[in-house]
């Protein structure tokens, strides 16, 4: 069974950097697709970041387009969240996500396009002002 593992979360100042990894395990890594999203107090999941099917390209939520990147390392079975220029709008519970490539769910009309079967326990952050 594919499990996800963040970690990284914690308090930070706004105008700072963070980085959240994620640990992949129990599966295929590069027959899965990995996304991050995220969900703030009293709001709905939105996307962060998730790669697209073909993995030639990364979808940004509108909110962190030119502030945070993403990163994958194979070897490692890991991907990474970089968040520059936090805000205190940043602060939410940021999930991994996996989709398996074996196993293709649909999602039509919301990018990612897809919908990932695992899900991590998530990692909080919290910008302070």
């Known amino acids: 069974q594919v499990q996800l593992v963040e970690s990284g979360g914690g308090l930070v100042q706004a105008g700072d950097s963070r980085r959240l990894s994620c640990t992949f395990s129990?599966?295929?890594?590069?027959?899965?697709?990995m996304g991050w999203f995220r969900q703030a107090p009293g709001k709905e999941r939105e996307l962060v970041a998730a790669?697209?099917?073909?993995?030639?390209?990364?979808y940004f939520g509108d909110s962190v387009k030119g502030r945070f990147t993403t990163s994958r390392d194979n070897a490692e079975n890991t991907v990474y969240l970089q968040m520059n220029s936090l805000t205190p709008e940043d602060t939410a519970v940021y999930y991994c996500?996996?989709?398996?490539?074996?196993?293709?769910?649909?999602?039509?009309?919301?990018?990612?396009?897809?919908?990932?079967?695992?899900w991590g326990k998530g990692t909080l952050v919290t910008v302070s002002s």
């Open positions: 996500a996996a989709a398996s490539k074996e196993l293709p769910r649909v999602a039509k009309g919301v990018p990612p396009y897809y919908d990932p079967q695992y």
């Open positions: 129990g599966g295929s890594f590069k027959m899965h697709v």
């Open positions: 790669s697209t099917w073909g993995g030639g390209d990364t």
